[in-house]
């Protein structure tokens, strides 16, 4: 199902890819569409390629074939300038552990090219939102998981971007900070911020996404709008669309 | 500009948490420093001051003996202890006993070879005289001398062994030299020979005046410190390896380098506020080190270091040994995959360079590939270069050639470094 709507973010064609030492994770072919301004999930079991396909929109790794378009702009041609127009959360904790919130920003907002007056604002509006200006001169290797989430998260949004890929954004926290983050990231989208999305959460995912695609083994099995797709495989949730694409046998 | 001050900005606060890192790049070389030089001046005192403790057993009744016994004594390097004739066998156990690192057993024929060699060659000599062929006398390997024994302790090492064993050859020569002129004069004036005359004729030496050479005239004496402080703060500062290179590769392999490879700066802004921290740091530890050879090595007990007169010579090389050695351990990290490689060859590539540099052997004493080796070391430029001003009190000009390689060894680093990090896609 090809996605229309809207200017896109993300659009992916004809892309092939293939790690050196691992024929398993690997993409040839793969098209994709992302609108801008919707919230997109990506999901699939272990495996799949979806923290693969995230390094590649990001320009993280460079596509072996075809092309990966990011608001117009082709990912991967060293213009730095380009990175400012989104932000990424990845999946492991993604900052310094020795050094508190605030230092963290200050180091990753100047990165992101921000001014002073920029990261002190946003260090401000960021820490008072996702509940840590009580901790924003503390060390965050003290922290506990959901603490670190947030940093974590607040570091990717930072310079305000314009799409924000988030990597299993709440794996391994309480239910207050998933809330919490769900929350934050459903503010930032109506301010026109793109999400692109990964999880195993699927019902979390039900809650966020309005568009889907799964893929399995490099490939899209499916994709839409979440309403759609469901319907279109007569589920009613995401998590036995899930199981019955990609099979109840382990992948790792 | 903005992004590099607070990077610098950053890794000086990551470092500045890191207390092993800290550890490991001042607190381990100041006990480095301070150990080795103790131990290098109780060697220097050893010889110099004082006595190194030596059994003789005399299995030989004779003067000569006596006589050798009593030259030992007199190079006034030794504390002498004899041992009954019966202990020749087992002298060794005598030397643990009265722990001595040495022993010498003077054979029972001693004496009586001493006077047969010197009646030999006064026959020699009074053959020469009244014309008649010398070879007619006994010759020399018909003499056939018992040899004296030198015991020695293994620890002792090598050069201060060879510097005992000139020692005693000194002695021997002495005993030998007296029993000939005896001899010499008692078969050509049949009568001793007068003790005074005696004296004169082995005391005559020709005194040595030991006298260092400087660059610029002046007579400093080099003690330990001035050869070990240098030569240990190049090693300190070679040792930041032990928490840079862990960095990068920490860096490199966490998440947050995934991050930064998505924001619109270059990694190679991150590498250079390291470089910048770094120096700083390296600068720092010479500058520890040297204040504790100044000031607590004389309260210690320690020579004092002194300082060269060209201050900001030695702040030059010391700037670019730092950035050398800041340079070499970015490449490590960059290379390595893990902390555990790059401590690992970090920690045992230093050891390696600061052998070939000469830190550990001077070069001076190296002999083919090994002297060659030495040039592609930068610890050798640095230590040379050091030595130029801490011991020949030279001056900027002296150590142009030094400040060149260093700078030249370090760009190739950098290079290599560079090379690295587009083969690993970093940049």
């Known amino acids: 199902m090809e996605i229309t709507g809207g200017p896109l973010a993300i659009n992916i064609e004809q892309m092939g890819f293939r790690y050196p030492d691992n024929e398993k994770v690997s993409f040839a072919n793969l098209n994709l569409q992302i609108i801008r301004g919707t919230r997109f999930g990506l999901f699939g079991p272990n495996g799949a390629g979806k923290t693969t396909l995230m390094n590649l929109m990001t320009g993280v790794l460079p596509a072996d074939e075809g092309s990966i378009k990011l608001l117009g702009q082709e990912v991967g041609k060293k213009n730095k300038e380009f990175n400012k127009l989104f932000g990424f959360v990845p ?43 009580d901790v924003r001169n503390k060390p965050v290797e003290k922290f506990s998981g959901g603490m670190k989430r947030r940093v974590n998260l607040a570091i990717g949004v930072i310079h305000n971007p314009q799409v924000l890929f988030l990597d299993e954004p709440t794996v391994g926290v309480d239910v207050q900070t998933r809330t919490a983050i769900i929350g934050y990231l459903l503010e930032l989208n109506k301010t026109g911020t793109t999400l692109i999305y990964t999880s195993h959460q699927l019902n979390e995912a039900e809650d966020l996404c309005e568009q889907i695609a799964m893929i399995d083994e490099g490939k899209i099995i499916t994709q839409g709008h979440i309403d759609d797709v469901l319907q279109e495989h007569d589920h009613h949730s995401l998590e036995e669309l899930f199981i019955n694409l990609t099979g109840k046998a382990f992948r790792d | 500009m903005f992004k590099l001050w607070t990077s610098i900005k950053k890794d000086f606060r990551v470092l500045s948490r890191d207390k ?75 030397m643990e ?109 020709t005194k040595i005046n030991m006298l260092p050479v400087s660059k610029d005239g002046t007579r400093r004496t080099p003690n330990a410190s001035q050869h070990n402080v240098p030569a240990w703060t190049i090693f300190a500062m070679f040792f930041v390896i032990m928490s840079l290179g862990g960095i990068v590769v920490k860096e490199k392999v966490s998440g947050s380098f995934i991050r930064l490879k998505t924001l619109p700066t270059n ?40 300082l060269p007169s060209d201050i900001l010579a030695l702040f030059l090389v010391t700037l670019v040994c730092g950035w050398c050695a800041v340079s070499y351990s970015i490449c490590v990290g960059i290379f390595a995959d893990t902390q555990e490689q790059s401590n690992g060859f970090g920690a045992i590539s230093i050891v390696i360079l600061s052998c070939i540099g000469g830190l550990m052997v001077p070069s001076f004493a190296m002999q083919g590939l090994a002297k060659t080796l030495t040039n592609i070391s930068p610890m050798h430029w640095c230590l040379e270069a050091y030595y130029r001003l801490f011991l020949e009190n030279g001056s900027l000009k002296d150590i142009l050639n030094n400040i060149a390689s260093l700078f030249i060894i370090t760009v190739v680093i950098q290079i290599v470094t560079y090379w690295g990090l587009k083969r690993k896609n970093l940049i």
């Open chain 2, 267 to 306: 990694y190679l802004v991150g590498l250079l506020s390291k470089q910048v921290v770094y120096l700083l740091v390296t600068l720092l530890q010479a500058g520890v080190i040297f204040s504790i050879g100044i000031w607590l090595f004389p309260i210690i007990g320690l020579p004092p270091l002194n």
């Open chain 2, 97 to 205: 006993d009265q722990d001595a690192m040495l022993g010498v057993v003077i054979p029972p024929t001693f004496s009586a070879d001493v006077q047969k060699r010197a009646k030999n060659a006064s026959d020699k000599a009074m053959a020469a005289f009244s014309g008649e062929d010398s070879l007619k006398t006994t010759p020399e390997a018909e003499v056939g001398l018992d040899a004296l024994t030198l015991y020695y302790n293994p620890v002792l090492q090598e050069s201060l062994r060879f510097s005992i064993q000139g020692a005693i050859q000194s002695a021997l020569q002495i005993v030998q030299t007296r029993q000939t002129l005896r001899t010499l004069y008692y078969d050509s004036n049949e009568k001793e020979l007068p003790k005074s005359l005696e004296n004169e004729m082995l005391n005559s030496n």
């Open chain 2, 20 to 94: 092993v890192g800290i550890s490991l790049m001042f607190l381990m070389p100041i006990i480095l420093v301070v150990v080795v030089t103790s131990i290098q001046n109780s060697t220097f005192q050893l010889v110099a001051k004082n006595k190194l403790p030596i059994v003789i057993c005399n299995t030989d009744t004779g003067k000569s003996a006596e006589q050798f016994i009593e030259s030992v004594n007199k190079i006034g390097m030794f504390t002498v202890t004899q041992t009954g004739k019966d202990k020749a066998i087992s002298i060794a156990a005598d």
């Open chain 1, 91 to 133: 999946q492991d904790f993604s900052f310094y552990k020795e050094l508190s919130p605030a230092e963290n920003l200050e180091f990753f907002g100047a990165w992101a090219g921000l001014n002073q007056k920029q990261i002190t604002d946003r260090t401000n509006e960021l820490l008072h939102i996702l509940g840590l200006g």
